[in-house]
């Protein structure tokens, strides 16, 4: 078999659509992030509490209620969306004016509270939600079996991405939206509803994170601590991509998916142990970074990404400085 | 001034002596036997142990109370030791420095178990641990406060290595959690597996906790071995299985869960479970005793006890009893008398504790049931084997514990 640094090239190719395939969550993830931070500069931190609250919806409404997953897809983001929507009437606009960091300790605390009700409720182990049949069953590729569901997601998310940045870039409603992260008290002058507006987006964008956690029931064991694990990974995104900005949301979601996928297949520890180890000295130094970047490690990398960038261009990848 | 120094002192000594006057059978410290369950009380343990476990030993006290009429008061605390060491070790050292406590029982994770056993040892209190795993706790970390009572990894990962590579798997891949627990687990395993014949091509460690496990299996895919240990345990074990169908893995290569919970197995459902072997100290559904106490606790908690539950339950009955029996709550006088005395009940038959603190009891080798073949709710397993305690747990012999003379 045909190899580069250990991996065979089949293995390659496989963790790179596995990296592609968390890359399209971490991109919708982030992408729900980057709306309602750009225009209420809120760090919604109930973001993995709502992905969670999405993948449940559709749990709940499959067991008591006898909903498809189709319709699932359709209904739970309305319904988590919906309490976005009260949250933001009832609560986060009242912290409008004050510094971002009340907006995020409320979220916070809410994202507690919803945790720590669906964990006394369901328990931790969780529920199983199954493929739906329409999707079920893989593909050989040659070089690996792709899950058609794991086709479907990354498509799903992709279109739903572009959508968004169509919609918020290119539409006039978009520039609504935009002139209204730019200076609210003018647009409002114009006579447009601006309350109305941030309501809706932040809305928009809980909707987005239940999207993501109704794609992410069939694949992932339905759990009330499954946003939170996945939360912290997903700020990494949007502070690289650039707080704020679509577009940087993304591509980051997806590249860093995609490096995170090299990194699990032990290619650059491999690489990194086959120039350096044979060398005295050089070895020695190397072998922290090897071990930052081995598979076990693969939980850190995203983090060790941030901090460069960080310390390169402080506004992130796609980020503008303010 | 000395004379009110000298009359309060006596005042002291006087109040310290009248509860003890009172109770003039046992001599208990502080007149009252304190229980504390240290335990993961929301995190990824909390349903195998959590809430249930301390259900669990509150049924002991009760039954306890009520079946043997002490003359001393029993009291049951709890905590979340949130399976950090450090968290734990100090929740440890309030409950025996401010609280009083006089046995520590659960905890779940084997970091956690090590810390707390430290400090009990330093404090001379007992440990009795029923949810961690590891055979460190009886090995080289082993102390003479503690006992280890449900299972370890070196019990299940023979059961099922074993019995597993009886059945024709001879070459394994291990997907392993990287940390102490995953690594002790895998390790037992592979031991067995190439001393029953078979062969160990590789290993890949993942993160813990995980979410994803798609890119472990891939590689655990391609090695080719016909048998996948998940030396793992929890959530990571549930969303490697339900992966592992999904990617085509199963019915191809078979998995081994080297620490599988019924609680894994109601979560993830006989679908994706069927035809698994495991290893567990206990099953509600076994016999008539085990029935009857797991129906009851069932009330309680509305689902099946696991085998740490069941496990707390007996260990803490056990620990009572000793305490009766020596008429004193003395640590030493206590863990003496628990050594002597062996277990009969129905979670164990003719148990019983060797000096490294290993409580030596029957294993089950589990099968899981199809779908089709489940009756009622938690009907999971058929019982294929009864592995007797001395050949389920790893021999004296070879014990690294220094408490064991050789």
Known sequence: MIGIFGVSLPGLFGQLLVGLINGSFYAILSLGLAVIFGLLNIINFAHGAQYMMGAFSAWIAMRFFGVNYWWALLLAPLV????????????????????????????????????????????????????????????????????????????????????????????????????????????????????????????????????????????????????????????????????????????????????????KSGMIANLLGNIFDKVPVLGSLVYPVKLLFSPEASAVTIFVIMAIVLLVRPAGLFGRER | MVRKLLCAL????????????????????????????????????????GPGSLIAVQMAVEDFMAKEKPDFKIEVISADHQNKGDIAANKAREWIDQEKVDMIADLVTTSTALAVMKVAKEK?????????????????????????????????????????????????????????????????????????????LGHVLHPFPAQDFSSFLLQAQSSGAQVIGLANAGNDTINAIKQAGEFGITPKQSLAGLLMFITDVNSLGL????????????????????????????????????????????????????VKAAGTDDTQAVMAKMKATPINDFFAKNGKIRDDGRMVHDMYLARVKTPQGSEYPWDYYNIREVIPGDKAFMPLSKSKCPLVKK
């Open chain 2, 271 to 322: 679908q994706a479970t069927q035809g698994m072997y495991l290893t567990t100290g206990f099953y509600w559904d076994y016999n008539e005793e085990t029935r009857a106490w797991s129906k009851r606790f069932g009330k309680k908690r509305g689902r099946m006890p696991t085998m740490v539950q069941a496990g707390d339950y007996s260990m803490v009955t056990h620990y009572l009893e000793a």
């Open chain 2, 124 to 200: 001379n209190r007992i440990t009795m641990v029923s949810g961690a795993a590891s055979t460190p706790i009886t090995n080289e970390q082993c102390t003479d406060t503690n006992v280890h009572y449900t299972y370890d990894t070196y019990a299940l990962a023979t059961g099922t290595g074993r019995a597993v590579v009886k059945q024709g798997g001879k070459t394994w891949f291990f997907l392993t959690a990287d940390y102490a627990f995953g690594k002790a687990l895998e390790k037992d395993t592979s031991d067995v597996v190439v001393e029953e014949g078979g062969k160990v």
């Open chain 1, 80 to 263: 988590v969306g919906a309490t976005g929507i009260l949250i933001e009437r009832g609560m986060l606009r009242r912290l409008a004016r004050l510094d971002n960091l009340y907006g995020l300790l409320l979220t916070f605390g809410l994202a507690l509270i919803f945790e720590g009700l669906f964990r006394y409720k369901y328990g931790i182990s969780g529920e199983s939600y199954p493929v739906p049949d329409l999707l079920a069953g893989g593909k050989n590729l040659g070089f690996m079996f792709l899950p058609i569901y794991r086709g479907w997601v990354v498509v799903a998310s992709l279109v739903v991405c572009f959508a968004t940045w169509f919609v918020i870039e290119r539409t006039k409603l978009g520039s609504y939206l935009r002139a209204g992260t730019e200076n609210p008290e003018l647009l409002q002058a114009f006579g447009v509803n601006v309350p109305l507006i941030v309501n809706l987006t932040y809305g928009y964008g809980v909707a987005l994170a239940a999207f993501a956690g109704v794609l992410a029931a069939p694949i992932f064991n339905v759990n009330p601590v499954m946003g939170s694990n996945l939360i912290i990974t997903v700020f990494a995104v949007v502070v690289v991509g650039g707080m704020g900005s679509i577009l940087g949301s993304i591509v980051t979601g997806i590249g860093l998916g995609l490096i995170e996928g090299i990194v």
């Open chain 2, 10 to 49: 006596v005042c002291a000594a006087l109040a310290a002596q009248v509860p003890s006057a009172a109770l003039a059978g046992t001599k208990v410290s502080d007149g009252v036997v304190k229980i504390g369950v240290l335990t993961d009380m929301s995190g990824t343990y909390s349903d195998l142990a």
